[in-house]
T-cell receptor
């Protein structure tokens, strides 16, 4: 099993450009998540999908959109990138759809720089 | 809103000693508390989960305690090794509508030989 995969690994954008970060998991997990990690800020939840067909906002959703394409894939889109979106983005998944109590599996991250 | 705090300063200890990391939280009653390890340039990796009705959980050299009255978890690494050097994150879990984890900012542990 590859676990959670993310593409691309690195990306540089100019202000105003758009891009989509891709995430896929091969563990048949129900819930998937997008986080950003900035120095001194820890992991902050952008959007999540507790099950196929549902998506919800997390702590910092502004400037982002998501699509749960199917059970495996959960993409994050930046419509008009801003320098404040320079960060490391992590995708994660977990087996449960509700109630918690199981671990999250993380991808390797995407390092995004917006100039 | 819920708040979770970990010591943002790095913890430096000597090899062979026990490292103790603290996680405090407010405005939340998690059903579980999780600990993750993160190495530079990598995603977090799960270490341990403890339930609200458990006082202590052990796995090899790792021990986690969970005090729901104090709203605190302690994470111990005994006989620490330089390979234990990493950032350790705690996360609140359960009792929320979105099946989400709320992460603390992490504590960087440096084990010196």
């Amino acid at each position: 099993n590859a676990g959670v995969t993310q593409t691309p690994k690195f990306q540089v954008l100019k202000t105003g450009q758009s891009m989509t970060l891709q995430c896929a998991q091969d563990m048949n997990h129900n819930s998937m998540y997008w986080y950003r990690q900035d120095p001194g800020m820890g992991l902050r939840l952008i959007y999540y999908s507790a099950s196929e067909g549902t998506t919800d906002k997390g702590e910092v959703p502004n400037g982002y959109n998501v699509s749960r394409l199917n059970k495996r894939e959960f993409s994050l889109r930046l419509e008009s990138a801003a320098p404040s979106q320079t960060s490391v983005y992590f995708c994660a998944s977990r087996a449960s759809a509700a109630g918690g109590g199981d671990e999250q599996y993380f991808g390797p991250g995407t390092r995004l720089t917006v100039t | 809103s819920q708040k979770i705090e970990q010591n943002s300063e790095a913890l430096n200890i000597q090899e062979g000693k026990t490292a103790t990391l603290t996680c405090n939280y407010t405005n939340y009653s998690p059903a579980y508390l999780q600990w993750y390890r993160q190495d530079p340039g990598r995603g977090p990796v799960f270490l341990l989960l403890i339930r609200e009705n458990e006082k202590e959980k052990r796995k090899e050299r790792l021990k986690v305690t969970f005090d729901t009255t104090l709203k605190q978890s302690l994470f111990h690494i005994t006989a620490s090794q330089p390979a234990d050097s990493a950032t350790y994150l705690c996360a609140l879990d359960g009792n929320n509508a979105g099946n989400m984890l709320t992460f603390g900012g992490g504590t960087r542990l440096m084990v010196k030989p």
